[in-house]
């Protein structure tokens, strides 16, 4: 089962923004409105921070915003933090009810 | 609070059956709209789902693993089980379960994980 493509780094500097992004096609990113997006710091389990392409679920900071355009869907972070250094994963609805992940984005703060 | 939590054997032999159960606390596997699975990340790789089970029996595999796979969740004792056959070096790695609600593409919440090697 092929992944989904996210670049494998992107770096950014304490205040500013950043944006990842995750690059499917028409039978996953494409044809539906549910991505979700997964911060994992090492050792830690992943922890949900965008749901459904562009909604935060409670308690997770408003600097973090969801879209998609086409096949594509981004994570934007603004207002960069040194604690949003982490390991972030895209995944995708891919029909008959499976799901597919992206390939994962390491996220320097410089 | 909803909570997940893994356990089983952390060293499987080549061949044979890889188990793990899920206890859930705060809340019921019986629970219409909700979805209980297994996600995996090898170390140093990446996420890969695995599948999941509603209480009914309802299973739902990746393509790529369906053969070897086996979801199933007991109402008994609210919890929810992953067994993979035939493992080999490749199935090492950290095994996450996560809820999954329906309708949405929210995992949420997880368990810490738990990593199974498999070696001789």
């Known amino acids: 089962q092929s992944a989904l493509t996210q670049p494998a780094s992107v770096s950014g500097s304490p205040g500013q923004s950043i944006t990842i992004s995750c690059t499917g096609t028409s039978s996953d990113v494409g044809g539906y409105d549910y991505v979700s997006w997964y911060q994992q710091h090492p050792g830690k389990a992943p922890k949900l921070m965008i749901y459904?392409?562009?909604n935060r679920p409670s308690g997770v900071s408003n600097r973090f915003s969801g879209s998609k355009s086409g096949n594509t869907a981004s994570l934007t972070i603004s207002g960069l933090l040194a604690e949003d250094e982490a390991d972030y994963y895209c995944?995708?609805?891919?029909?008959?009810?499976?799901?597919?992940f992206g390939g994962g984005t390491k996220l320097t703060v410089l | 609070q909803l909570q997940l939590q893994e356990s089983g054997p952390r060293l499987v032999k080549p061949s044979e059956t890889l188990s793990l159960t899920c206890t859930v606390s705060?809340?019921?596997?019986?629970?219409?709209?909700?979805?209980w699975g297994w996600v995996r990340q090898p170390p140093g790789k990446r996420l890969e789902w695995i599948g999941y089970a509603d209480y009914s029996g309802s299973t739902y595999y990746n393509p790529s693993l369906e053969s070897r796979v086996t979801i199933s969740v007991d109402t008994s004792k609210n919890q929810f089980s992953l067994k993979v056959s035939s493992v080999t070096a490749a199935d090492t790695a950290v095994y996450y379960c996560?809820?999954?609600?329906?309708?949405?593409?929210?995992?949420?919440?997880w368990g810490q994980g738990t990593l199974v090697t498999v070696s001789s």
């Open positions: 459904d392409v562009n």
């Open positions: 995944s995708s609805y891919r029909s008959s009810r499976t799901w597919v």
């Open positions: 996560a809820r999954h609600e329906g309708n949405t593409s929210l995992f949420d919440p």
């Open positions: 705060g809340g019921s596997v019986n629970s219409d709209n909700y979805y």
